[in-house]
């Protein structure tokens, strides 16, 4: 599969649009790191989750970069060092919208609480589907390549749940930021641009596992080996 060049036409569009998300990433990121904020991003999420009754979810430094995650297992959002420590509108940004996430989920928001429960079967869908289609292919077992695009199926499940999830922590990120005064309305024009940039690595994604499943489907789903 990841030689046949028909693979590679199917999920072009996908992989130009993720190269493209990825700069976009970049080039907001830079400008909204050179812009000031009131506050740091750490103690921006802080404030966020305290106006919010989240007290109990706790703010850790991790290494990396943008390597930015909330923990719903142990209630506790991870930031980067650079926006951990950073005054700057995408060090805030980025760390209110980790805050949207532990919103989410003292609020059992259903997107999030359907895609923590799909998480093992898009582990299993996303690692050994391939595996089970090449299999089947070689020992010409139809039920088991059926059955690795159906665990494929389920990754692409996973994804799709996926966006609005991270759609609505950014809408959250926004609103708190404003709402609380941490950043004005000129300030929120550049972190709206980060979020909306970060938002399209996701789409890039999405749409290159729905390609994905699609050539899976044209390329082995009628054969009967």
Known sequence: ??????????????????????????????????????LSGAAAARHILDSAGLQNVDIEVVPGQLSDHYDPRHKVLRLSQQVYQSRS?????IAAHEAGHAIQDARSYAPLVIRNAAVPIAGFGSNASIWMIILGFIFQFGPLIYLG?????????????????????????????????????QGLAYVNKVLSAAALTYVAATLQAILTLLYLISRFGGSRS
């Open 149 to 185: 695009i159906a665990a494929f199926g389920g990754f692409v499940f996973f994804q799709l749940v996926n966006l609005p999830v991270e759609f609505n922590a950014s809408a959250r990120a926004k609103q708190q930021l404003v709402g609380l005064g941490i950043i004005d309305p």
């Open 89 to 93: 509108l995408a060090a805030v940004g």
């Open 1 to 38: 599969m990841f030689f046949d060049p028909i693979y590679f036409l199917y999920i072009a569009p996908a992989v130009l649009l993720g190269l493209w998300a990825q700069a976009k990433v970049r080039s907001t990121y830079a400008a909204a790191q050179r812009m000031p904020a009131p």
